[in-house]
């Protein structure tokens, strides 16, 4: 047997794939690793969620104390509360 040494595209190819594996597994790592932050696409929609409650929860307290409750009773019923 004879061992034969890589020609220079033999080399070129296997240190391209080489480069190319490593980046993936390194993606991979990033990709599957524990996070306390959810990826961006749903720490967006928890943002928002926050938001929206926030934004009822204050606008149902300062109109339950400018007008009282009655305001929502009759706003959701549609009829006055006696």
Known sequence: MDNQQPTSEEL??????????????DKGKDEDRFSILPKPKWLTIIIIAVIAIVAFSSYYGLTTLLFGEEFWIRSITGSSVK
Do not use: G
């Open 12 to 25: 070129e190819a296997y240190h391209k794939v080489s480069r190319y594996l490593e980046r993936k597994i």
